[in-house]
C-alpha cells in the first residue's frame, strides 16, 4: 500500500478534492454546528424585539460577497418575519439593492408564508416590509434619515410615498427603530456605529464578510454592537439558530468534507516523507 501511495499520480488528488467539492454540493447534509457567541448575541437582539417593532436591515455589500452576506440576509430576515417584525430594507451599495430583493422575495414567496387560502404570501409589501432601495453615502444617509425617515427617502423602490404605507405608521427616526442590523463587505458598519449608535443611540448588530469580522470584536465586548454575524459560517449559524437550512450550511458542509480531505492527504503526506527518509537513511 506504501509504496502505491509514494507513486501515485496526483492527478487522483485532484479528483479527490473535485469529488470532496461536488458530492456534498449535489447531496447536502448536516454536520453539527456549534454556535459562536458573537452569532448568539446577534439572534439574541432580534429575539428580544416585540411584534410589530421596527427593525432597519442595511446593504452594504455585491456579488463578490454575495455567498457569505447573501444566506445571512435570508436567515435575519426569516427570523424577522417569524417574530412579527416590520422590515426596512435599505441599500448602502448600488449593487446591493438587486440582491437585497432576491432574498427578500426568495423568504417572502416560500413556503413557509403561504397563505394555503389564497396561494400567495401571507407578507404584504407595505405592511409587514418595504424596500426603498439604494441611496449613495452612506454617512450622509444616516445622518439625514435619524429624524425622519420617511421624509429623506420619500418613495419606496416602487414609487409609492413612503410616509403613508401601513409599514411606517408610528416610525419617524431613530426613537422608534428596535434594531439596525447592517450586512457589510465593507466600512458601512462603521458608520452605523459611529452615527447610528454614538449619536443617536439606535442599536446595531453586524453580519459581515470573514476577513472584517475580527476587526468588530471590539465593538462587540464594549456594547456598541449588539451582535456580529460572521461571514459564511455565521450565516450557518444562524440557519441553525432559525432552524432553516439554507446555502450557509450546505458550504460548510462541503467545507468540512473538503478540509477533513486535505488534512488527511497533509498526513500521509508526512507518514510518506517520512518513510522514504528512513529508507535512505538505512540504504546508506
Known sequence: MWRFLETVDRRWVFLLVAAAVIVPTLLPFSVPMPISNSTQSAYDAVEALGEGEFVILSLGYGPSSLAELQPQAQAVLRHCFRRGLRVFMMSLWPDAQPLGTGALLEVVESDEFLDPATGRSRLQDGVDFVDVGYRVSPNTVILRMA???AGFFETDVR???????????GIRGFDQVGLVIDLAAGDSVDWWILYGNGRFGVDVAAGVTGVIVSQLFPYLNSGQLRGVIGGGVGAAEYEALVGAPGDGMKRVSTLSVVHG????????????????????????
Open 147 to 149: 429624524t425622519d425617515i
Open 159 to 169: 414609487g409609492e410615498p413612503l410616509a403613508p404605507l401601513a409599514v411606517m405608521q
Open 261 to 284: 480531505l486535505v488534512i488527511l492527504l497533509v498526513v500521509l503526506g508526512n507518514v510518506i516523507f517520512v518513510r522514504q527518509r528512513r529508507s535512505r537513511g538505512e540504504a546508506s
